[in-house]
């Protein structure tokens, strides 16, 4: 009673004497309740306050999927509707999260890097414009650009003078555990052995535990790492004002530095003996630098040109120092303020090519950034008047001539090679992608079955706690049941009782092995749990999904790397679009003048002065067809198109959804590649064919005289595929070809012809792909006018234009919907210029056009067409798409007008 009513006493005093410091603190607190509960957790003092706070941000707002999701529907991840609640992209989560980068506690570090690099990755913060509405998209570019940007430059530094730190630690321990090794050999007499062995193993003992903790911390450090470079990449591709306010006297030494210290620990023989070295985060972290430097020397012109010099002026060697592990004594030949000269990048990124114990997109970032420095020297004709010395800038490009037809296209000809049994080469774990896929389904049958028990356990526990039962109920039954089991126990017993002694001893005998037999059966029932348990299905196809990654990125990366090195230079933009978007009326048509078709000539003449191919171009158009890239790249697209027919899965395996999306990105990118090929001035197309196990792969029946030939028939014989999502990426490139390879206009057969037509007047074979089949339809409506410019038959004109009367006629009643629309906009477009392409001329099948009253399709489905293009426009503002479709427009108006006079 005393002490209860001391304690009131003492509580009173203190509500009744308020000091200043309980003031202040009172005013402190007043304050943080405006804040975010949120953002006080992630600023609080205790370190697990701060860990579990961003646990719970990793699994909400900036899980890759809700961020994906709230990026698609462009609203926020959480609910709107409270006016205190965060959104992904608000300005003070993000400064908040910025500020953790540099905590002291790394695992806080590094999921607070991993939040950032999920919003810069899969947040869409800077996508779109920036208007009223989209306040917090600007208040994000800003923070990203002004807070998280600089924060990554020194977390990335702090993180490289520690791995460097721990790298020495971990030189000496094992420089330690060899000299201790020494000594103990050294040892002769009996006693001396004893004592030196006790010695030994203490020693021993204490070394491997210091390694161990260094092995620990340089995982935490380099996993640290890796994200953070992983956030600064994506900030480069996807900021445009990040890469602005970058300093390259600062951020591209580090980022060298960072690349060739992580294959330095790579190549290090002491630190390749550490256990689960291939899932090891420096590996990701020498990925995610050489992304960087990708991305940051990727068509930055002004970068290149201006900032990095030819040559430094007192450079030896020009080698950045490679003092990762325990080698402090050796420095860098370049400062941490100091740009690497071209020589001296170029000459570092061939040993990061040359390394096969990297991965394959490391090595193939590292050949995008030396050809992005070839795209601004010797493509786009670097400005060499503004260079001190014009013979250095030849010497760089012809360095960097060098490097890409010695270095990157044999590496890249590795990539796209097949086997014999003509499957796609297998990733860095050196298994097929078919057997990657059919590990996952069977690993997603385990982890259905194990929802499947769990959810029927957790329908028995439910249905058990719904009855209710007493606690002497369930005993009660519990004793009836072990009744009945010693019963049947004694009746047994008494059956063996009447068995003769012989047969007795016989028994002892069996149950003595019985029972070694069931002790040997239980202990490899319990090696067998140890191994189920540590081998978790989750675990493991989380390793294979990451396997498959890597080999998709990989190739979607080189097909990229040669697309563009098939482009040529860049093309100015063109900025002579009309402001007002409204429709040209009939009345008040703008009619073609003598200054229009001036300004005609003039681009034309222009743009084949751009399209010339330079001596240095040429060499290396003839490197890639003495690699046989195209062949290979053909036969690559091939094997994916049939990959996942080849798969022939049962009624009850399905593949995962990522499987296709990967594989229609890869076709995708591939469709893409092989076109910007096809248009470049490449040997292979005019020269004979080769590589014979090409043929025999893609067209075995069909007779092919040279490059353009062997593609020709391996696309026909593509055309046979029922799966629309795959054949649009078909008729992609079969339209390329004819475009840019004349000769392949004559070899188009009738059976093919009557294979295009069927293919555009019929439907898709399945729900929910109309988009792909208008953009089939008008490939082929593409390439009937191509094939139509060439001299034919006037009953294949005749054939030829039905089936384009027939097709607009379905077009002009599509407009259900705003998608409807814009379908039926997309395939009418096409068919009106293809058919002024084909009845313009002087040379014109006027007899077909009068037959099959083409005018009066013209004039009948015309108002269809601008009324769609006004629904369109009231919904969707696309000013490249409206002004393509306007024109067109016009033009049909004017082809009516001229066909009629």
């Known amino acids: 009673?005393?002490?209860?009513?001391?304690?009131?006493?003492?509580?009173?005093?203190?509500?009744?004497?308020?000091?200043?410091?309980?003031?202040?603190?009172?005013?402190?607190?007043?304050?943080?309740?405006?804040?975010?509960?949120?953002?006080t957790k992630i600023r609080h003092?205790?370190?697990?306050?701060?860990?579990?706070?961003?646990?719970?941000?990793?699994?909400?707002?900036?899980?890759?999927?809700?961020?994906?999701?709230?990026?698609?529907?462009?609203?926020?991840?959480?609910?709107?509707?409270?006016?205190?609640?965060?959104?992904?992209?608000?300005?003070?989560?993000?400064?908040?999260?910025?500020?953790?980068?540099?905590?002291?506690?790394?695992?806080?570090?590094?999921?607070?890097?991993?939040?950032?690099?999920?919003?810069?990755?899969?947040?869409?913060?800077?996508?779109?414009?920036?208007?009223?509405?989209?306040?917090?998209?600007?208040?994000?570019?800003?923070?990203?650009?002004?807070?998280?940007?600089?924060?990554l430059l020194q977390r990335i530094r702090l993180s490289w003078g520690t791995c460097r730190e721990l790298a020495d630690k971990l030189a000496k321990a094992v420089e330690n555990s060899s000299s201790s090794g020494d000594t103990t050999s050294n040892a002769n007499t009996m006693s001396n052995k004893k004592n030196a062995n006790k010695k030994s193993t203490t020693t021993n003992n204490t070394n491997s535990q210091s390694m161990d903790k260094v092995h620990a911390s340089l995982r935490e450090q380099w996993n640290l790492q890796s994200l953070s470079l992983q956030t600064l990449a994506g900030l480069i591709e996807n900021c445009p004002l990040a890469v602005?306010?970058?300093?390259?006297?600062?951020?591209?030494?580090?980022?060298?530095?960072?690349?060739?210290?992580?294959?330095?620990?790579?190549?290090?023989?002491?630190?390749?003996?550490?256990?689960?070295?291939?899932?090891?985060?420096?590996y990701d972290a020498a990925s995610n630098t050489a992304r960087a430097l990708h991305s940051l020397l990727d068509e930055n012109v002004e970068l290149i040109m201006n900032k990095i010099p030819i040559m430094m002026n007192n450079s030896d060697d020009g080698v950045i120092g490679r003092n990762c592990i325990g080698n402090n004594s050796s420095s860098s030949s370049i400062g941490e303020q100091t740009i690497p000269d071209v020589n001296t990048i170029v000459k570092e990124l061939t040993r990061v090519i040359s390394n096969q114990k990297v991965t394959d997109t490391t090595r193939l970032h590292a050949c995008g950034a030396?050809?992005?420095?070839?795209?601004?020297?010797?493509?786009?004709?670097?400005?060499?008047?503004?260079?001190?010395?014009?013979?250095?800038?030849?010497?760089?490009?012809?360095?960097?001539?060098?490097?890409?037809?010695?270095?990157?296209?044999?590496?890249?000809?590795?990539?796209?090679?097949?086997?014999?049994?003509?499957?796609?080469?297998?990733?860095?774990?050196?298994?097929?992608?078919?057997?990657?896929?059919?590990?996952?389904?069977?690993?997603?049958?385990?982890?259905?079955?194990?929802?499947?028990?769990?959810?029927?356990?957790?329908?028995?526990?439910?249905?058990?706690?719904?009855?209710?039962?007493?606690?002497?109920?369930?005993?009660?039954?519990?004793?009836?049941?072990?009744?009945?089991?010693?019963?049947?126990?004694?009746?047994?017993?008494?059956?063996?009782?009447?068995?003769?002694?012989?047969?007795?001893?016989?028994?002892?005998?069996?149950?003595?092995?019985?029972?070694?037999?069931?002790?040997?059966?239980?202990?490899?029932?319990?090696?067998?749990?140890?191994?189920?348990?540590?081998?978790?299905?989750?675990?493991?196809?989380?390793?294979?999904?990451?396997?498959?990654?890597?080999?998709?990125?990989?190739?979607?990366?080189?097909?990229?790397?040669?697309?563009?090195?098939?482009?040529?230079?860049?093309?100015?933009?063109?900025?002579?679009?009309?402001?007002?978007?409204?429709?040209?009326?009939?009345?008040?048509?703008?009619?073609?003048?003598?200054?229009?078709?001036?300004?005609?000539?003039?681009?034309?003449?222009?743009?084949?002065?751009?399209?010339?191919?330079?001596?240095?171009?040429?060499?290396?158009?003839?490197?890639?067809?003495?690699?046989?890239?195209?062949?290979?790249?053909?036969?690559?697209?091939?094997?994916?198109?049939?990959?996942?027919?080849?798969?022939?899965?049962?009624?009850?395996?399905?593949?995962?959804?990522?499987?296709?999306?990967?594989?229609?990105?890869?076709?995708?990118?591939?469709?893409?590649?092989?076109?910007?090929?096809?248009?470049?001035?490449?040997?292979?197309w005019t020269a004979p064919v080769v590589a014979k196990e090409v043929v025999s792969v893609t067209c075995p029946e069909a007779t092919v005289e040279n490059g353009s030939g062997l593609f020709w028939w391996s696309l026909v014989s593509l055309l046979k595929t029922r799966d629309f999502s795959s054949l649009v990426h078909v008729t992609t490139v079969m339209l390329s070809l004819l475009k840019h390879q004349v000769n392949t206009r004559t070899l188009a057969d009738a059976p093919t012809l009557d294979r295009l037509l069927n293919l555009l007047l019929c439907a898709p074979n399945n729900e929910g792909n109309d988009a792909t089949c208008s953009q089939i339809h008008c490939n082929i409506i593409a390439m009937l006018g191509v094939l139509c410019s060439n001299p034919h038959p006037e009953s294949v004109n005749a054939r030829v234009c039905s089936a384009l009367m027939e097709k607009m006629r379905s077009a002009s009643g599509q407009s259900n919907s705003i998608e409807d629309c814009k379908q039926s906009v997309l395939i009418m477009n096409e068919v009106y210029n293809v058919v002024m392409d084909i009845y313009g001329g002087d040379d014109a099948n006027d007899k077909v056009y009068e037959q099959q009253d083409v005018s009066g399709h013209l004039t009948r489905t015309l108002p269809a067409f601008k009324r769609s293009i006004k629904k369109i426009l009231s919904v969707e503002k696309d000013k490249e798409e409206w002004v393509v479709w306007n024109e067109t427009a016009l033009n049909v108006s004017r082809f009516i007008k001229f066909k009629r006079e």
Request: contains cysteine; proline residues 3%; glycine residues 4%.
């Open 370 to 684: 030396i050809l992005s420095l070839r795209k601004v020297f010797i493509e786009e004709q670097g400005d060499a008047a503004n260079r001190n010395n014009v013979v250095h800038h030849m010497q760089v490009c012809q360095t960097l001539q060098s490097c890409t037809c010695t270095l990157i296209i044999p590496a890249l000809h590795a990539l796209f090679s097949f086997d014999a049994n003509n499957t796609i080469v297998g990733g860095t774990n050196n298994s097929s992608p078919k057997t990657m896929v059919q590990q996952m389904i069977s690993l997603y049958k385990v982890l259905r079955d194990q929802r499947q028990d769990e959810a029927m356990e957790s329908e028995i526990t439910n249905e058990i706690n719904t009855r209710k039962e007493p606690a002497r109920v369930i005993a009660r039954r519990q004793k009836e049941m072990k009744a009945k089991k010693q019963g049947a126990v004694v009746e047994n017993n008494d059956k063996n009782n009447k068995v003769d002694d012989a047969v007795d001893t016989m028994d002892e005998d069996k149950k003595e092995d019985n029972a070694t037999i069931m002790v040997e059966d239980d202990s490899n029932t319990e090696n067998g749990k140890a191994v189920s348990e540590s081998s978790d299905p989750s675990e493991e196809l989380e390793v294979i999904m990451q396997y498959w990654r890597e080999l998709c990125t990989s190739q979607k990366l080189a097909l990229e790397l040669v697309a563009n090195l098939c482009s040529g230079p860049n093309e100015g933009d063109d900025d002579d679009e009309p402001e007002d978007m409204t429709m040209y009326d009939e009345e008040n048509e703008h009619m073609w003048d003598s200054d229009d078709e001036a300004k005609l000539l003039e681009g034309m003449a222009t743009s084949s002065s751009q399209n010339a191919v330079s001596p240095m171009d040429r060499e290396m158009y003839g490197c890639m067809a003495s690699h046989h890239l195209a062949e290979q790249i053909l036969v690559f697209f091939r094997n994916w198109m049939l990959f996942i027919p080849g798969l022939a899965l049962g009624d009850d395996d399905k593949y995962p959804l990522l499987i296709g999306e990967d594989v229609e990105e890869l076709l995708s990118t591939c469709a893409l590649c092989l076109g910007n090929m096809m248009a470049s001035d490449i040997p292979t």
């Open 1 to 39: 009673m005393g002490k209860h009513s001391k304690r009131q006493r003492q509580k009173k005093a203190k509500k009744q004497t308020p000091s200043l410091n309980d003031t202040a603190n009172d005013a402190t607190d007043a304050n943080n309740t405006t804040e975010n509960p949120i953002l």
């Open 244 to 282: 602005q306010r970058l300093s390259a006297e600062s951020t591209l030494p580090l980022l060298l530095k960072v690349l060739y210290g992580a294959l330095d620990f790579i190549d290090n023989d002491h630190v390749n003996k550490t256990e689960e070295w291939s899932n090891h985060p420096v």
């Open 45 to 151: 003092g205790d370190p697990r306050v701060r860990h579990a706070a961003l646990v719970a941000l990793s699994g909400t707002l900036y899980d890759s999927a809700a961020l994906t999701k709230a990026s698609a529907t462009n609203t926020a991840t959480n609910n709107t509707n409270n006016s205190n609640a965060l959104r992904h992209n608000d300005a003070s989560l993000l400064r908040a999260l910025s500020e953790r980068l540099l905590d002291a506690d790394i695992p806080c570090a590094i999921i607070a890097a991993g939040c950032l690099s999920n919003h810069v990755s899969f947040g869409g913060a800077f996508d779109g414009d920036v208007t009223n509405s989209n306040v917090s998209s600007s208040s994000s570019l800003e923070v990203s650009s002004q807070v998280i940007l600089p924060i």
